[in-house]
């Protein structure tokens, strides 16, 4: 096997799928990467800027409805790198810096734009709930992440930051670094970035590279053998309807609703600088008369539907507006405008944490593949925290044909059998 070192990347990687006598071989490496929410894009992404600049490469991505049609596009768009008793996540330093650099990437490709991508720098506002967790909530903020600080605030010092706040127990935790995001915004920034790393590697270097996105659903892996030489899943929740795969993975499905309100008069609006909030209910400021306020949690639901019902949202506008509105009861008489739902795909709990799931799947799928495929999924409710680095170590791994480049604790999900 001829190797190379892959040169654009800051630690040089072996690739196995080296062209076979020279860098300039005309045989393109073909990729399907299925699924376009944030775990597809990021492989992609990180695909196209791991690979050697002479390597021929077309990289096919597939989605039925296009750039975030899956759980990504609709999210809250909340990234930081807490659990909910702020103690830092698996790799959570890691995982942010990761993020914080796609971010950066998405918002250079749309710097231009006359809708320019921009992550709200607001900072996100987490109100202690319990007064049983609050010595454990005390002392994880004293260990925070320098990426992300945790602050603790009293009531006066939080009313600063949000006027009209109400506190059950007089103390909340404040990450001012953390971000919230338009997903869809995000996605289609991240993807443009994508087209112009092709169009600028093409005109600068010897290999041609190709990205092509399909708008088609995927029945079946079988529809790609003999057609790629890697295939890259990141089909979100709905990877269990894959008939290869169906209920051989160990991940629970759960369906979130998410209600969008306005203020009822142009007179009222959400304070300018005012934080999102994580409570019984998040609020994500879209801006300040524009608010998501999420998210319920339908276990073992399959409908991954976008689309909500109107008996869906009266019930879910039921169920989060007085939680939202018992922590900042001025959204109280705020006008229901709409809402939207997705599917997450949630994974085991491990002594990490909820990890999602990483690694090759040939072993798992059976029979001889001429082709390698790939699993990137149960990003659970921490989608945009994992996407990056995870995609990245995913794009090393499919790139050097190593499933070992990939932390043991996120390809540890094969020695468990689903309970069903
Ligand atoms: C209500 C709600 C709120 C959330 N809020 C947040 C948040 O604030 N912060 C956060 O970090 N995470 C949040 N999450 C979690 C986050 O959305 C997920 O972790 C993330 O979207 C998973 O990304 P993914 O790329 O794996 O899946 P998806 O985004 O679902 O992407 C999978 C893609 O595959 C496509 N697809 C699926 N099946 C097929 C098929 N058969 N053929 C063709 N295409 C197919 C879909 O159209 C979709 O675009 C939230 C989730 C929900 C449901």
Redesign the pocket.
Known sequence: MNIIACRSHPNPTILPYAPHSSLTHQYPLRFAV???????LSVVWHLLNQSPKELNLNIHL????GI????????????HPYSPKVKPLWEGAQCWEETINLFTIAQQATQHHIKPFLPHKRGILRPAMDIKNMTKLNHNAKTSLPCCRVQTLNNQAAQTLLPGLCLPFDTAFFMPQALNINPRHYLEALFLACENLVKESSSLYSGEKQLILHK????GLSEFEGEYDAVIV?????VN?LPEISGRLPLRTC????VHLEPPDNTRCYPEHGPSILSDAWI?VQGSRSLNV??TWEWKSINSSSNVSTDEASKALHQLLPKASAIYPGIKDWVFTGAK?????MPPLTPHGSLPLLGCINDFIGRNHSCKYWLF?G???????Y?GWLGSLMAHAVLSCNEEVIPSELTSWKNIKPKF
């Open positions: 299925l699924g376009a929410g944030f775990a597809g597939y989605d039925e409805f975030g049609g899956g759980a990504s596009g609709i999210s809250g768009g909340l990234l088609k659903s995927i029945h990141c089909l979100g929740a709905k309807m369906r979130g609703v998410i994500s999420g998210s739902a997705g599917l997450r795909a999924g990003l659970g409710s921490r989608g945009l925290l996407h």
